[in-house]
């Protein structure tokens, strides 16, 4: 009796220590939040695509001179002003869309502005600089694109999943054209700034580089959804996090994280419609489901070292998978 008392009280004790700890963790992750949030930072915003769109043959020169970033020399004014007159069907359609699609710009900069603060607040030498749309013809390699002048959004990919312009689109990319991507986008391509590519060969270390681009984006947009920070589909999403040990678990029984092979860095690594364990399961995947174990086996090691995100970002992969203590959820 006297046993099952101190063992039921021992319980009680650690059930409310690790309370007490996840509820300091929240107060400081909040303080934090705060903090950041207070932090004096306005940009300019200019939608560039609406004053194209406005624009008369006229304004060209005017055009040219304030935005030559988006006149490149070797295109004749001929064609640019073939789209003011309205004689570029792909450009009157995409002009139209946007249009259509109402965009609240003031909440878009305001988002875009939060992560801007987070990125200041992690690397204080970060210079944040005007906010330009513009039309890139639904290229999402131009979805953001950070330079030193301005943050470039090519807002014509951010008009829904299910919008008619993206019939044609496989839905794992379709996916990510939603407005409510553009955080994540943003967070992403300034992580990209500040992780170096990798030079592993090894699929344990690409899937740690990859770890830790999600890792940093996570910290500079931290209410983005992790399906959104993924750019998985919801319902994979799920999927992944509900099957994390056994996904991690084939990676270790086929004994693969340390092989140099190019064809596991397709199968696991880059966007597609699903990875290819070569099983039943494969099409209830996400492409890329390997970025999801080795961004939790950088959140892992962040949480175990008390490491910071310059710690993160240094250390070597293989550092990060030994001293990680990553346990996958069951």
Not at 42 to 51: I, P
Not at 177 to 193: E, I, N, S
Request: glycine share 4%; aromatic share 14%; proline share 6%.
């Amino acid at each position: 009796m006297d046993s099952y008392y101190m063992i039921n009280k021992i319980t009680r004790i650690l059930i409310v220590l690790a309370f007490a700890k996840a509820l300091t963790s929240c107060t400081q992750e909040s303080k934090l939040e705060e903090q950041i949030q207070a932090m004096p930072l306005q940009v300019e915003f200019v939608k560039f695509h609406e004053e194209f769109a406005n624009a008369q043959v006229a304004d060209l020169s005017t055009l040219k001179r304030e935005f030559p970033q988006f006149f490149p020399v070797y295109i004749k004014d001929s064609i640019w002003e073939a789209k003011i007159n309205g004689k570029d069907t792909i450009q009157n359609i995409l002009e139209q869309a946007t249009e259509n699609a109402q965009f609240d710009y003031l909440r878009m900069k305001e988002e875009i502005e939060l992560v801007m603060k987070h990125v200041e607040y992690y690397f204080p030498e970060f210079e944040p600089t005007p906010i330009i749309t513009v039309l890139s013809e639904v290229d999402d390699e131009l979805k953001v694109v950070p330079t030193p002048e301005s943050l470039i959004i090519g807002i014509d990919n951010y008009l829904g999943p299910d919008h008619e312009l993206y019939t044609g689109i496989n839905k794992y990319k379709s996916v990510a054209l939603d407005r409510a991507q553009l955080p994540a986008d943003v967070a992403l391509a300034y992580a990209k700034l500040f992780v170096p590519p990798s030079n592993e060969r090894k699929f344990m270390g690409q899937m740690i580089y990859y770890g830790k681009l999600h890792y940093v984006q996570q910290l500079f947009a931290p209410a983005a959804p992790l399906s959104k920070l993924m750019g998985y589909p919801e319902e994979k999403m799920q999927f992944t996090i509900e099957n994390e040990e056994y996904i991690y678990r084939y990676f270790i029984d086929k004994e693969i994280l340390f092989k140099s092979d190019r064809e596991l860095i397709n199968r696991f690594l880059m966007p597609a419609p699903f990875s290819k364990f070569y099983l039943e399961i494969d099409q209830q995947t996400p492409g890329g489901v390997a970025q999801y174990i080795g961004y939790q086996i950088v959140a892992s090691y962040a949480a175990n070292n008390n490491a910071t995100i310059e710690d993160v970002i240094r250390t070597s992969a293989i550092d990060i998978f030994n001293k990680s203590r990553y346990k996958p959820r069951s």
